[in-house]
């Protein structure tokens, strides 16, 4: 990262204010590469039948047997979209890296909370992997090499799908991989918020179960998991402390990336810009583990 992109994003803060979402998106907003005209978009396929259950799907023509990556939004539960506000190339840029780079790229918009409460998000993820496994062939995709990736609450959705069984697609989840930005592991010692309490409830008797700390260590699926080095406190320590609890039951270091330089939201954000050490992480992830 230049240094003088590191500087204006640690001079935003760590605290997710306005001036700091708003700002970090126009910092990568201004260095977005624009999106390949080559690259075919089907816009809100439907996967559920609530009227968030959409997805868009990216790709270039002629592609077959692309390894798919599938991203979920954040939003603390109770907000976002796959499509920012006109003006802003958010999420469209992660699509368009994907098919930029040889995969079908899929962006997702799930259901929200508080209407939509825990299981909400691996329920509606075990349906998209339904989907991407059923159809994915015909937009160029091979349904055995899914990968999904999130951001913030999206990372919690993929790592709740990852590491409950019950809510697997298929047995050992039908994906090939799991990308998690910044997520949260164990749901008994997060910050209790109002968006914490918006998805999980205000009984707080249940979140260990929903907690994927365990899971995710015992699982098969390969990870990469990372935390920033601007990231929000709690995600800092949520971080710290899945590297400890891994360490203790395997002895070795997880797949866990710190990214110098970043804050909670840009890893995403900065997909297909001039600043893209994130992508060729996820591009090295995928290549490791294609077969």
């Known amino acids: 990262m230049s240094p003088d992109l590191r500087d204006a994003i640690a001079a935003l803060g760590t605290d997710l204010s306005l001036p700091m979402m708003q700002g970090t998106q126009a910092l990568f907003a201004e260095r977005h590469l624009g999106f390949d005209p080559e690259v075919q978009v089907t816009e809100d396929v439907r996967y559920g039948d609530d009227p968030r259950n959409r997805m868009d799907l990216f790709r270039k023509p002629g592609v077959e047997g692309a390894p798919i990556l599938v991203y979920l939004h954040g939003g603390g539960f109770v907000q976002g979209d796959k499509r920012s506000p006109v003006g802003l190339p958010f999420y469209q840029n992660v699509g368009d890296f994907a098919a930029r780079?040889?995969?079908?790229?899929?962006?997702?918009?799930?259901?929200?909370?508080?209407?939509?409460?825990?299981?909400?998000?691996?329920?509606?993820?075990?349906?998209?992997?339904?989907?991407?496994?059923?159809?994915?062939?015909?937009?160029?995709?091979?349904?055995?090499?899914?990968?999904?990736?999130?951001?913030?609450?999206?990372?919690?959705?993929?790592?709740?799908?990852?590491?409950?069984?019950?809510?697997?697609?298929?047995?050992?989840?039908?994906?090939?991989?799991?990308?998690?930005?910044?997520?949260?592991y164990d749901v008994a010692t997060a910050h209790a918020n109002q968006f914490h309490k918006a998805y999980y409830g205000e009984d707080s008797a249940s979140y260990a179960a929903c907690s994927t700390t365990h899971g995710l260590i015992a699982t098969d699926v390969p990870l990469l998991m990372t935390v920033s080095e601007h990231d929000v406190a709690d995600f800092q320590k949520q971080a710290a402390a899945m590297v400890a609890a891994w360490g203790a039951a395997k002895g070795t270091y997880p797949p866990m990336l710190r990214l110098t330089g970043h804050n909670h939201l840009s890893p995403g954000l900065s997909l297909g810009s001039s600043e893209d050490g994130v992508g060729r992480e996820i591009l090295e992830f995928i290549a490791a583990h294609g077969a």
């Open 101 to 184: 780079n040889g995969m079908l790229g899929v962006t997702v918009t799930y259901r929200l909370a508080p209407g939509h409460q825990w299981p909400s998000g691996p329920e509606d993820l075990a349906a998209v992997v339904r989907g991407l496994r059923a159809n994915a062939a015909q937009h160029g995709g091979d349904p055995t090499r899914i990968y999904l990736a999130g951001q913030s609450a999206g990372a919690v959705h993929v790592a709740s799908y990852v590491a409950h069984l019950q809510f697997h697609a298929e047995p050992g989840g039908g994906i090939a991989g799991a990308i998690l930005l910044s997520c949260v």
